[in-house]
């Protein structure tokens, strides 16, 4: 498996492309699903999930095809998909798929609105908690679905098709208002979802579903109306760029010290996270082609932050928050308040020589002068890249092995960092 070297010390200098956001383009592909015409999807990022996403959708039926580049194409553009759910052949999508990205259950929204029918295995994914799909169900069974569990899969029906219904939810979820949102598009009548998840990737399938023809309202607030149809067409839509990617590199900059232009980012998409930058030293400056972020000089403050559904801080940057909070000038408090096993990273940062203490779901760093390199095991995506970011501002040599997570969720991480004047290569064995 491959490893990340990383020798620290190294400040970042110049400018990083922001590709497209991983957790909208995800669900937009599965919104694919929804129609028998082409979805044409820009500035998708090439990952590990994404192309995972292409063979479970290629198991259904449906055709994807990757556009090469183009004239005036710059050089990180993300990649232009065609997604073509003409005929579905298949509405099982199996263990040996679905377990390895949760967010490959959520195909089962869009194959109970149109084939009336799904079998799909609970999901798999990030180790960061139970992160059950109760609530997910429940929607679905509000529509009208008939669910049933058994050997490991959700078996769900719908004969007649499904109805429109109020759906609350009593916990913000991301998962859930995504599923409900595709479900309700093609349901007879009207669909109430309150309690809505108000993330940006909802917004941006929202505002995708709107173009191929679904009758929403009121996405990214709480309540979210949906007029059901009972056909969506092809569309043409461009991915949001990724908020969490562009905090990582906020974060990373503010750690390492250095100027950074982080082109394509739109900071109402982390303002505040961007907040918590600023409290905590870095200099960020919004521009016509996104978000600098320097810090020469000044050290790192101490912040005291909990995480919370967008608009609040992310928790998707707890961790690594958390990487630069080891080396800010007193202590930090940092609370997990959305998955309740989301502190893997702290054991590894440990390694770096960090001083976190864990009291149930509040983490105190007490930050000190200098990290030092060491090796360190990645254990899910967020709480890699954290890891690289330590050893990007730690002394010495550090080796971040077991990086298959990290090719999950970042596009060319090595590159656009050393891009930028770190030292760091990738190691394949
Ligand atoms: C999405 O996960 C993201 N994944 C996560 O990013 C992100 O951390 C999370 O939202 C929160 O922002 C994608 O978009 C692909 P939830 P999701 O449903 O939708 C509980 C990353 O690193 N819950 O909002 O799965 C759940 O256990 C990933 O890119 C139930 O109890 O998150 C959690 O405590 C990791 N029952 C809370 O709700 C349910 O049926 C929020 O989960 C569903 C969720």
């Not at 600023?278 to 978000?291: L, Y």
């Not at 020589?353 to 864990?358: D, E, F, K, P, T």
Request: proline share 4%.
């Amino acid at each position: 498996m491959d490893r990340i070297r990383i020798v620290g010390g190294n400040k970042l200098n110049g400018t990083i492309p922001i590709s497209g956001a991983k957790n909208a383009a995800l669900p937009l592909m599965i919104a694919g699903l929804l129609s028998e015409q082409t979805l044409i999807l820009d500035n998708v990022p090439r990952l590990a999930d994404v192309a995972q996403l292409q063979r479970i959708l290629g198991n259904h039926g449906v055709d994807i095809t990757s556009v090469g580049k183009r004239p005036g194409d710059h050089q990180y553009q993300g990649q232009t998909l065609h997604i073509s759910a003409t005929d579905i052949i298949d509405t099982t999508a199996p263990y040996e798929l679905v377990s390895r990205m949760r967010a490959s259950f959520w195909v089962i929204a869009p194959l109970l609105a149109r084939m009336h029918e799904a079998k799909v295995s609970l999901p798999g994914g990030c180790a960061i908690g139970t992160r059950p799909v109760d609530l997910l169900i429940m929607a679905l069974e509000k529509l009208g679905a008939d669910i049933a569990i058994d050997g490991g899969y959700v078996i769900a029906k719908a004969p007649g098709g499904l109805k429109g219904a109020d759906i609350e939810f009593p916990k913000v979820t991301v998962s859930g208002t995504h599923v409900a949102l595709m479900a309700a598009t093609l349901a007879k009548g009207t669909t109430v979802i309150t309690n809505a998840a108000c993330e940006p990737e909802i917004s941006d399938v929202a505002d995708c579903l709107n173009k191929m023809g679904a009758r929403i309202s009121g996405a990214g607030t709480t309540r979210i109306v949906v007029e059901g149809v009972a056909k969506l067409h092809g569309a043409r839509h461009t991915v949001l760029p990724d908020r969490i990617e562009t905090g990582t590199y906020a974060m990373a900059v503010a750690m390492t010290g250095g100027d950074v232009q982080l082109s394509g980012a739109r900071p109402e998409l982390l303002q505040s996270a961007l907040d918590v930058l600023t409290k905590a030293g870095a200099d960020i400056t919004v521009n016509n082609d996104g978000i600098r972020v320097a810090r020469n000089g000044a050290g790192i403050g101490p912040v005291t932050v909990s995480t919370a559904p967008f608009p609040g801080f992310p928790t998707d940057l707890q961790a690594q928050l958390m990487a630069l909070m080891a080396c800010a000038s007193g202590a930090s408090q940092i609370t997990e308040t959305i998955f309740e096993n989301r502190f893997m990273h702290v054991q590894e940062l440990a390694r770096f020589g960090a001083r976190i203490r864990l009291d149930g779901e509040t983490a105190t760093i007490d930050g000190i002068a200098r990290l030092r390199g060491a090796p360190v095991m990645a254990t899910d995506l967020r709480a890699s890249v954290s890891l690289v970011i330590a050893g990007l501002a730690a002394e010495g040599e550090t080796m971040v092995n077991r990086v298959y997570h990290l090719d999950r969720g970042f596009e060319r991480l090595e590159e656009k960092l050393s891009a930028c004047g770190a030292s760091i290569q990738r190691i394949s064995d």
